[in-house]
Structures are given as structure tokens and as C-alpha cells.
């Protein structure tokens, strides 16, 4: 039977994807509390809230690499489909160009 708190865990690290980097620990901003958790590496990515070992309520706000990554590629994406649809003379969702 599945345990519905299972639900509310971060899924588990793989031990391989660990690369070295500090992605597990942090400083609180508002008390200075150097802390560690795995969970930090998972809020890093969603962006989701955490906490200090005293209660502040945290999130990181930079982007990771894996976001600037993405939003690159959307550009990109977003460009080649104009230009393609500037050669044919389509109508793009935004308009005819």
C-alpha cells in the first residue's frame, strides 16, 4: 500500500549525479546560518520555498543553468519558426508576417 506522505518527499538523489558542487548546502540570508539538506538541490531547480534550521522562510530566486539553458533554446526556436514562416508566407499564432 502506498503511504501518502511518500508523496511529499523530493524524489531520491541518484549518488552518480553528484558532481561535486555545493548544490546541498546554502546560508540563510536573514539569520546566517550555514546549513545542509538535500533537499536544496531540488529547490534550486522548482524554485520552491524552504527553510532554515530556525524557521526563516527561504527560495532561490537565481536562475539555474538548466533554466537559461531552456529559455535559449526557446528563443532559438521561436526565431527559426519566424524566419521559416517568413520564407513561406505562413501566418504565425502572433500574425501574418
Known amino acids: 500500500m502506498k503511504n501518502p506522505?511518500?508523496?511529499?518527499?523530493?524524489?531520491?538523489?541518484?549518488?552518480?549525479e553528484d558532481d561535486g558542487d555545493d548544490d546541498d548546502e546554502t546560508e540563510c540570508s536573514v539569520c546566517g546560518v550555514h546549513f545542509w539538506s538535500p533537499v536544496l538541490r531540488f529547490r534550486r531547480r522548482d524554485h520552491g520555498h524552504f527553510y532554515c534550521p530556525n524557521g526563516h522562510g527561504l527560495k532561490f530566486r537565481e536562475k539555474t543553468s538548466e533554466d537559461i539553458l531552456t529559455e535559449e533554446l526557446t528563443k532559438?526556436?521561436?526565431?527559426?519558426?519566424?524566419a521559416e514562416a517568413k520564407l513561406c508566407?505562413?501566418?504565425?499564432?502572433?500574425?501574418?508576417?
Open 5 to 16: 506522505e511518500d508523496e511529499l518527499l523530493p524524489p531520491p538523489i541518484d549518488e552518480d
Open 76 to 82: 532559438e526556436r521561436n526565431l527559426r519558426l519566424e
Open 89 to 97: 508566407g505562413k501566418k504565425t499564432w502572433w500574425g501574418r508576417i
